[in-house]
């Protein structure tokens, strides 16, 4: 299924050469009180009036059989224990909604983001 890009984001998309990264976001609603916002960034960002803070993530590369139910890891860097403690008090972050989203930094005013998927 084709993904439908915004018009500035064909436009980044197709520039020959580009400075600017992509971004990619991940929403961890741990409860209704708790939310944790990260970005895959060397540095914090504001998008949609909210901080996300950065953090290195790793994303594998699953191949799908079309016979069991698609899956992949995400890697979360802990080397600060910051993600740890939260991982022990909310019981190993089991059955949150994580959402990714995608977004140009270069258009991070842009309130909708590229892509968005909700696990």
């Known amino acids: 299924m084709p993904i439908d890009l915004s018009l500035a984001a064909k436009l980044e998309?197709?520039?020959?050469?580009n400075n600017v990264p992509w971004i990619l976001l991940l929403e961890v609603r741990v409860n209704d009180e708790l939310?944790?916002?990260?970005?895959?960034?060397?540095?914090?960002?504001t998008w949609n009036g909210m901080e996300w803070v950065a953090f290195p993530i790793k994303f594998s590369?699953?191949?799908y059989d079309m016979k069991s139910i698609?899956?992949?890891?995400?890697?979360?860097?802990?080397?600060?224990?910051?993600?740890?403690?939260?991982?022990?008090?909310?019981?190993?972050l089991?059955?949150?909604?994580?959402?990714?989203?995608?977004?140009?930094a270069a258009h991070l005013d842009l309130t909708t983001p590229e892509m968005e998927e909700e696990f």
């Open 13 to 17: 998309k197709n520039k020959l050469s």
């Open 94 to 104: 089991r059955d949150c909604t994580i959402i990714f989203r995608l977004v140009h």
């Open 61 to 63: 590369d699953k191949t």
């Open 70 to 92: 698609p899956t992949f890891d995400v890697q979360v860097s802990n080397v600060d224990q910051v993600i740890q403690s939260y991982i022990e008090q909310y019981h190993g």
């Open 35 to 45: 939310t944790l916002y990260l970005c895959q960034n060397n540095e914090n960002i």
